[in-house]
């Protein structure tokens, strides 16, 4: 089976493993499932926790070395397909954004391809705040690749004090070595 090459996915070691590049308002929180005003998490029976953003930028995001997760620069010059997975919600009380920046980077950290979609609003009085899974496969990305950074996170819309910004957990970031 492939394996998550993130580490600390889903909040059980609180931020080990993660940089926090924004880390605003009451700054990043893990928390357990649901959470205050929260919605029971339809992914993972295993995850239990989650990561809580606050009322200014919450970023964080972690940087992968593939070389140094066992891949060899001719495995990696093949493309294997590269797939991404980012579990987010809203509150029932509070709106928030969430953004999604993901990029595959050569040996001197330059991108190859990026993937980053336009920040999410989620507004509990018009939308569905329920966990949502964002995903995305690389593939046909040129020779080079060495690096995979991942950075998630937002806020919540109405600039309360706390932690009522978006939640996000069950990261992932697989690369298929069935194609090597």
């Given amino acids: ?35 205050d005003c929260g919605h029971d ?14 009322f200014e930028l919450c970023l964080k995001r972690q940087v992968i070395d593939l070389q140094a997760e066992g891949y060899s620069p001719d495995d990696l010059d093949a493309q294997p397909t590269v ?39 989620l507004d509990p009085d018009c939308d569905d705040c329920s966990w949502k899974k964002m995903t995305h496969t690389f593939s046909e990305y040129g020779h080079g690749l060495r690096f995979i950074t991942f950075e998630h996170g937002g806020q919540d819309t109405k600039y309360w004090d706390g932690w009522f910004g978006v939640r996000v957990t069950g990261s992932a970031v697989y690369l298929d070595a069935g194609d090597i």
């Avoid at 998490?41 to 809580?52: A, H, L, M, R």
């Avoid at 797939?83 to 190859?112: A, F, K, P």
């Fill in 83 to 121: 797939t991404v997975e980012d579990w987010y919600s809203g509150r029932t009380d509070c709106g928030c954004t969430y953004q999604l920046t993901v990029c595959l980077l050569d040996e001197n950290q330059m991108v190859l391809q990026e993937f980053q979609p336009s920040p999410l609003t």
């Fill in 41 to 54: 998490f339809c992914g993972d029976n295993s995850v239990t926790k989650c990561f809580s953003t606050s």
């Fill in 1 to 35: 089976m492939t394996r998550n090459l993130l580490k600390n996915p889903n909040g059980e070691e609180q931020m080990e493993f993660w940089e926090l590049t924004e880390n605003g308002g009451s700054q990043w929180k893990c928390e357990e499932l649901p959470g």
